[in-house]
């Protein structure tokens, strides 16, 4: 079955939306529940602010390395889901289950799987 990376995007909580959004908790608790026991939760995790995130870029043979992320949006991600599903349909039906597709964006996108590397579904068949 392919992999579908589902990626969760909003903006940043302030203090009153960060209250409303942690009281929806038990959707997120059912949601990953339900995927697991569905046999398609291969992984997820949330991730800390924006002002946790360091991004390193290499311009002109120089490495640059900048406090936040590069991307100039209100939006930005927050975590992620890595799904094994039998197709995008199954793959875009659990992404609009997401609670955060209310009032963010759910990026859904396939896993390309790369011949011969270790722990890709791509290894076995180059072996």
Not at 43 to 51: A, I, M, T, Y
Not at 106 to 122: A, D, L, S
Request: proline fraction near 7%; charged fraction near 25%; charge should be negative.
């Amino acid at each position: 079955m392919p992999q579908y990376l589902l990626l969760l995007y909003a903006e940043e909580p302030n203090p009153e939306e960060h209250e409303r959004r942690e009281a929806e908790m038990p959707r997120w608790v059912e949601l990953t529940e339900n995927l697991d026991s569905a046999g398609l939760l291969l992984g997820s995790n949330r991730l800390h602010p924006v002002d946790a995130a360091t991004t390193v870029r290499i311009r002109n043979e120089e490495t640059e390395i900048l406090d936040g992320p590069f991307a100039v949006t209100k939006e930005c991600l927050g975590g992620y889901y890595l799904l094994d599903c039998a197709d995008l349909d199954q793959a875009l039906k659990q992404a609009a289950k997401v609670p955060l597709a209310r009032y963010g964006s759910v990026e859904v996108r396939p896993i390309m799987y790369v011949p011969g590397r270790v722990g890709e579904q791509g290894a076995a068949a180059a072996s």
